[in-house]
C-alpha cells in the first residue's frame, strides 16, 4: 500500500534525543499502517544512523544519509525521496502527541493542496529555567494568534518545525532554500512563498508536539546572532518584509539601545563586561533558575548578539526609522 503521509526527520548529531522522540512517531506510523517515516542524517557522525538501523522498522522507516548540508537541505532531501502526496515535517526533539498523525491526515484528507500547522509544547520534564520558560510562552501566544478566528497567516507564522504540506505545492513553491544555511528563516522564507502563491494554510491546535528543549543559553544566544544574519538574508530576498524585521526597529529601551549600539560597534568597549554577564547568566539558567527579571537579562543580551549578527552580515542600521514596527518577533 504506498503511503499516504511520510513524516521527515531532519537530525544532526542528536542520536541521544532522537531516540527518545522517534519511538513515538514509529508507535503512530505502525498503528496508521498508510505512514512512512523518513530520518535524513544530516552528516551526524554521533552513531545516529548505526542507531536507526538496528531499530529493525525496515518496513516502514527509511533512512537517507547526506554530507553535513543544513537543516534546509535535509528537509528538501527527506521530501525527494518521500513515496507520499503529503509531507508531515517533524522535528528530531518533538515527540508526537497521541492523534498527530491522525489530526494531519484528516486536514488533508480531501487531496487539496494545503499547509498545516501543529500546536507546539514543552516537553515534561524539561528543566524549567528562565530560558525554557521564555519558550513555552512564545509557544502559548503564537498558539492564541493562530487560533483567532478568520485568522490571516503571516510569513512568521510559518513554522515547519511542525507542519505538513502538499507535496506537490512544496515542489511548485521550490522547496526550501538551501542557502540558509545556519540557523533561522529558511521556514519563514518558504513561508512568505507560498503566501505570496494564495495557498491555503490552516492551524491544527488538536495536533500537538511536545518539543524536548535542550538548548542552553550560550546555544541561544549564538543562534541570535545567526537570526541577525538570517534576517537580512530574508530582506534581501524579500524586500517588502524588511520593515516587519526586528533590525527596521528602534528600541525603545535605553538598555536596548545600549544592546544595539554595543552589538553594532566593531570594537565594544563593554565587552568585556557583556561576557561577564553571558557567562553568569549561563550558570544560573544551568542549576534551572527563574524570574522575570532574568527573563528580561536574557532578552537584553539576545537583543546584543542579534545585532552582532546583522553587522557581521554587512548590514546597516536605518537612520530614518523612527517607530516600532509590530511585529511578532521570533524566539531563538
Not at 548540508?69 to 502527541?97: H, W
Request: hydrophobic share 45%.
Amino acid at each position: 500500500m504506498k503511503p499516504l503521509i511520510s513524516v521527515v526527520v531532519p537530525t544532526y548529531n542528536r542520536r541521544a534525543l532522537l531516540g527518545r522522540t522517534l519511538p513515538e512517531v514509529i508507535r503512530q506510523a505502525r498503528r496508521a499502517s498508510d505512514v512512512e517515516v523518513v530520518v535524513v542524517v544530516d552528516g551526524s557522525r554521533d552513531g545516529t544512523a548505526e542507531m536507526l538501523h538496528a531499530l529493525g522498522e525496515a518496513r516502514l522507516l527509511r533512512i537517507v544519509a547526506q554530507e553535513n548540508r543544513g537543516l534546509a537541505a535535509a528537509r528538501n532531501k527527506g521530501a525527494e525521496v518521500a513515496s507520499a502526496p503529503t509531507i508531515l515535517f517533524l522535528d528530531d526533539d518533538m515527540i508526537p502527541a497521541s492523534g498527530l498523525l491522525e489530526a494531519h491526515r484528516v486536514a488533508h484528507a480531501d487531496g487539496a493542496e494545503r499547509v498545516a500547522y501543529g500546536a507546539l509544547a514543552l516537553a515534561a520534564g524539561v528543566r524549567r529555567s528562565f530560558l525554557k520558560v521564555g519558550v513555552e510562552l512564545w509557544g502559548e501566544r503564537m498558539q492564541r494568534r493562530l487560533s483567532e478566528p478568520g485568522h490571516r497567516f503571516r510569513y512568521d507564522d510559518c513554522h515547519f518545525g511542525h507542519a505538513s504540506i502538499s507535496r506537490d505545492l512544496l515542489l511548485r513553491a521550490g522547496g526550501f532554500d538551501e542557502s540558509f544555511v545556519r540557523f533561522g528563516n529558511e521556514d519563514y522564507d518558504l513561508g512568505s512563498r507560498l503566501i505570496e502563491m494564495g495557498a491555503e494554510m490552516s492551524f491544527l491546535p488538536q495536533a500537538v508536539a511536545s518539543q524536548i528543549y535542550d538548548k542552553s543559553l550560550r546555544r541561544w544566544l549564538r543562534d541570535c546572532c545567526c537570526v541577525g544574519m538570517a534576517d537580512l538574508a530574508l530582506a534581501r530576498k524579500h524586500p517588502l518584509l524588511a520593515e516587519n524585521l526586528r533590525f527596521a526597529t528602534s528600541p525603545g529601551h535605553p538598555l536596548r539601545r545600549l544592546a544595539r549600539l554595543s552589538g553594532l560597534a566593531p570594537l565594544d568597549p563593554l565587552a568585556p563586561a557583556w561576557s561577564l554577564a553571558e557567562a553568569g547568566l549561563s550558570a544560573l539558567e544551568r542549576v534551572g533558575a527563574r524570574g522575570t527579571f532574568l527573563g528580561k537579562a536574557q532578552s537584553l543580551l539576545g537583543e546584543r548578539r542579534y545585532w552582532q549578527g546583522f553587522r557581521l552580515a554587512g548590514g546597516r542600521p536605518p537612520g530614518s526609522l523612527a517607530r516600532e514596527t509590530k511585529r511578532q518577533g521570533r524566539l531563538a
